[in-house]
């Protein structure tokens, strides 16, 4: 069965968000038949006032999620996660309705990995630690010192801030708050995290079991892709591998990264494949997702797009309540999380999202027209998304684009429960 999602607290009332997105669509309509596709109107930049930043980011550096199976392991030195000072910053944790923490089964599993050096899996590092530091350094240069939209510490009626229930993202959460604020806070820090079985921060497998049907064999599958198999048995024999070790360009990116970042002396053939590694990792992972069947695309990330959707269409709304809304919304996420997204939003550039990687999507209001822009940018840089002919994009003609992909609560149940005749994507 699948595992209840939340409702009201997480989600606008859908009525209200379709009457908004439909009014919104009409708008643009009714602008693109007087204006005709022959007469853009350029927007004037200088006239535009921001009003909301969302950014959804992947944690900092961190250990590997498995170690490769080979005599030399890479050896991980406590001395590697020790924290910052910079970096500290008081938090607490709780479940969205308010609730204690849930338990993490990922990191009850990441505990039972120990690496070589005495070191639990999958833990942030010093060098994550610092590399979310500087992302909320950045954030800070962007929305304080650059322009006066945040101020220049910590509140919870400016700052909504949601992640993953596992621990390295709630540490990166900590050190980017920490850069963003310079450890200066009016009010509690309050990180809010949902149960595993119902996140939608991830592509959540266990939740949705259409998809899981759906990318069952994918995996093992895209190893045996032309290409994509010759060259992992290329690398695995470099490395004095066998043939039946189960690992594959995902597991290999993820230890050739972690090693990498780190400067830790690694397999000089993990090191000398490094580029290969990475592009065939996209490869496998365009061919799980497969972009064509946009159904998996969406049960990836339209919960995500939806949440993304209801703040601004609740930032739009001169019905919201004063008091209601954030100025900015983090999301703590994964690389997992952003590649399906940035595949979405049609940005994706074919390169895997590295360590502290950030999506932000900004909205704007013209001073005088009063009419509502959108703007992404990626790595901190500007992006043109998916049915928008410019960076600055009207937030009717995208909302429209992100349509595509985007699942409210009910439609993710439903596409989620389905079930699956055939299995997409064995091979066969």
């Known amino acids: 069965m699948i595992a209840r999602v939340r409702g009201p607290r997480l989600w606008v009332p859908v009525g209200v968000l379709g009457s908004l997105a439909y009014w919104l669509h009409r708008r643009w309509r009714a602008r693109a038949e007087v204006r005709g596709p022959a007469d853009p109107q350029p927007v004037d930049r200088r006239r535009l006032q921001l009003k909301m930043v969302q950014v959804v980011f992947r944690h900092g550096a961190r250990s590997p999620l498995k170690p490769l199976p080979r005599a030399e392991q890479v050896e991980w030195s406590p001395r590697l996660f020790e924290v910052p000072p910079q970096t500290q910053f008081d938090y607490t944790v709780t479940s969205l309705s308010g609730g204690p923490k849930p338990d993490s089964p990922f990191d009850s599993e990441y505990h039972e990995t120990l690496l070589k050096g005495g070191v639990f899996a999958g833990q942030l590092t010093s060098v994550g630690m610092q590399q979310m530091f500087a992302l909320g350094e950045r954030l800070r240069r962007d929305y304080v010192e650059d322009i006066p939209f945040l101020s220049p510490v910590f509140s919870p009626l400016e700052v909504f801030v949601r992640s993953t229930n596992i621990f390295r993202n709630l540490e990166s959460t ?26 939608v921060l991830y592509p959540n497998y266990q939740n949705c079991r259409s998809l899981r049907q759906r990318t069952r064999g994918r995996r093992q599958a895209a190893s045996l892709q032309p290409g994509i198999s010759e060259d992992l048995t290329k690398v695995k024999e470099r490395m004095g591998m066998d043939s039946g070790d189960g690992v594959d360009f995902l597991i290999l990116l993820d230890n050739v990264a972690a090693e990498q970042v780190h400067g830790l002396p690694g397999c000089p053939a993990l090191q000398t494949f490094g580029r290969m590694i990475e592009q065939r990792a996209v490869d496998t992972v365009l061919y799980i997702m497969q972009r064509e069947d946009r159904e998996s695309l969406q049960m990836a990330v339209g919960p995500l797009l939806h949440m993304l959707e209801s703040n601004l269409l609740q930032a739009v709304d001169p019905a919201s309540a004063p008091g209601s809304l954030r100025k900015l919304y983090l999301y703590a996420a994964h690389d997992v999380t952003l590649l399906p997204l940035l595949m979405a939003l049609g940005i994706f550039d074919h390169k895997w999202p590295q360590f502290a990687a950030d999506l932000t999507m900004e909205l704007y209001q013209h001073q005088e027209s009063k009419e509502w822009f959108v703007r992404l940018s990626y790595l901190g840089e500007e992006q043109v998304p998916r049915g928008c002919s410019e960076g600055i994009c009207p937030l009717d003609k995208f909302l429209n684009a992100m349509s595509v992909y985007t699942l409210s609560p009910e439609k993710y149940h439903t596409l989620c429960s389905q079930t699956q005749t055939v299995e997409l994507g064995t091979g066969e």
């Open 174 to 199: 900590r050190c980017l708050l920490a850069g963003l604020f310079q450890r200066q806070k009016e009010g509690p820090i309050v990180i809010l995290t949902d149960e595993a079985r119902s996140e």
